[in-house]
């Protein structure tokens, strides 16, 4: 159709991919709608000071009626469900509510565009991940998971995303829907919540750099991530729904690096050579199970989609600090201006 305006609906789009994804489809020209959960929803004001051109619809996942009506209401030509219980070690609090929003929630969204008869118009997108994996039967020293490998998961939020990944490809091969699932390994960066352990240490670093804080508390320092920017990786859920037939890739750099050395490049960036002194060790902090290793493959992506990440650890590690830092003296200033009213 000559002209046509593409709109997209986005689930989780107050979440680190959901804020890269509404940029990433603005600037390429589409009308971005974004599902957020209704009432007092802390981040809807912040999120539209950032996000101005975002049409928020009040949905929630539990609820599949109300994203029957999102769908309705935007009539997607794309739909991303990034919307998850996302945390792993919270899943292992919390199972049920991880099980009935990171899994049923994506039958929800399936079912919403199979109902309004939408299969051949609107293209979906599932956010699988890389702990479907959960690295065990690690077998392929240096070539990393791909997209046929085998799957294990090791906590209820793997288990729950697996359901996920499967019921997509099951409603694209039963219902012709077209749903692709990008299987992303780690993948970090500014917008990342500060409950996860890469923002976690890159926000206490900017604070002990500061004189803010002290030390950090960490768990277990040697499982070993494919670790890459969110950026890059959105950059590649894009591209997912632009090919000319749905299909599964994975999204990953090819390499891993271990929490210490996370832990060891966010300190050198202020100049600290020894980490020790302001690391505090918790096992509280420790997982009933513990993924070892995870590494992907991405060459499918990369042969197929021309996808390439851009950002490699150095520099996705530099730009987290460095954020991190000026954020921190934002806050500070702010604090000291309204202090003095």
């Known amino acids: 159709m000559t002209g046509h305006t593409k709109t997209a609906l986005i689930t989780g789009i107050t979440g680190q991919d959901g804020g890269h994804l509404a940029r990433l489809l603005h600037d390429n020209g589409y009308e971005v709608c974004g599902v957020i959960r209704g009432q007092s929803n802390l981040k809807k004001e912040r999120f539209l000071e950032e996000f101005p051109y ?120 039963s219902y012709g829907i077209f749903a692709s699932c990008g299987i992303l390994f780690n993948h970090e960066g500014e917008r990342r919540g500060v409950e996860f352990v890469t923002r976690k240490i890159t926000n206490a670093v900017a604070r002990i750099h500061l004189g803010l804080q002290e030390t950090v508390e960490l768990g277990d320092l040697w499982p070993k991530r494919d670790w890459g920017y969110a950026g890059d990786y959105v950059r590649g859920m894009w591209q997912m729904l632009q090919h000319h037939e749905p299909d599964d890739f994975v999204l990953a750099t090819g390499e891993t690096h271990s929490i210490e050395e996370f832990l060891t490049q966010a300190f050198h960036e202020i100049g600290v050579d020894d980490w020790s002194p302001y690391v505090v060790r918790s096992q509280a902090l420790i997982r009933p199970a513990e993924v070892d290793i995870l590494l992907g493959n991405p060459a499918k992506a990369e042969r197929v989609l021309g996808w390439k990440r851009e950002v490699d650890f150095p520099n996705l590690v530099r730009r987290m600090v460095r954020y991190d830092i000026a954020e921190q003296q934002a806050r500070f200033a702010a604090r000291a201006v309204q202090s003095d009213r």
């Open 54 to 173: 975002v049409e928020l619809i009040e949905a929630d996942l539990l609820d599949p009626s109300s994203i029957l009506r999102a769908v309705d209401q935007s009539d997607p030509d794309e739909f991303y469900n990034l919307a998850a219980i996302s945390h792993v070690g919270y899943s292992f609090k919390n199972p049920t509510l991880t099980l009935h929003t990171t899994a049923g929630g994506v039958l929800n969204c399936l079912e919403a565009i199979r109902m309004t008869d939408r299969s051949g118009k609107t293209r979906f997108y599932q956010a699988s991940t890389s702990e479907m994996y959960g690295g065990l039967d690690y077998n392929r020293p240096g070539l990393g998971y791909d997209e046929r490998s085998l799957f294990h998961p090791r906590s209820p939020y793997g288990v729950a995303k697996l359901y996920g990944h499967w019921i997509a490809k099951n409603y694209r091969e």
